[in-house]
């Protein structure tokens, strides 16, 4: 099942496994991470790293779909970018606070400031070039230490 997912979303060749259950398919290696209203602020708005926002309900078959490809960019990103998971439903405050009004919903948080939204479904090479875009400018802003060897010191430029 995952060697198909994985043809499916990301253009990789397909093996024997179309047939295989999904109770027999192991877990993707790094599965989003779920927030909640509670924690959304301490997981989310705290973190240094570029968070993704995926905002899903169960009964959205696209956000399915979306999920899967936030699985995998979950996998592709693990040490630039923080993945997780907002269900819609459960969690009314965050979907109220981000003017939620169509799903999937892709947030693209930075420093607790919202950088980018998607809504809808996209490819998967698409949301890859897009989190690739949004790294090359969030990098940017990153502060640079220069060491001065000759007095001991270093600054923040």
């Not at 599965?31 to 973190?47: E, G, I, R, W, Y």
């Not at 979907?95 to 809504?119: F, S």
Request: glycine content about 4%.
């Amino acid at each position: 099942m995952v060697n198909w997912l994985q043809h499916l979303f990301r253009g990789k060749p397909a093996a024997d496994q179309v047939s295989a259950s999904p109770q027999s398919a192991p877990a993707p290696p790094f599965p989003p991470a779920a927030v909640t209203d509670s924690d959304f602020p301490l997981v989310v708005l705290a973190s240094d790293r570029l968070v993704l926002v995926d905002c899903w309900a169960e009964w959205c078959a696209p956000c399915q779909t979306m999920s899967a490809y936030m699985a995998f960019l979950a996998e592709d990103f693990s040490s630039r970018v923080l993945v997780t998971a907002l269900d819609v439903d459960e969690n009314p405050a965050t979907t109220a606070r981000y003017a939620i009004m169509g799903l999937p919903t892709l947030l693209a948080i930075h420093r607790g400031e919202e950088v980018a939204r998607r809504v809808g479904i996209e490819g998967y090479e698409t949301l890859v070039a897009w989190v690739e875009d949004m790294l090359a400018h969030t990098d940017q802003d990153r502060p640079t230490v220069v060491a001065d060897m000759e007095h001991g010191s270093a600054k923040i430029i």
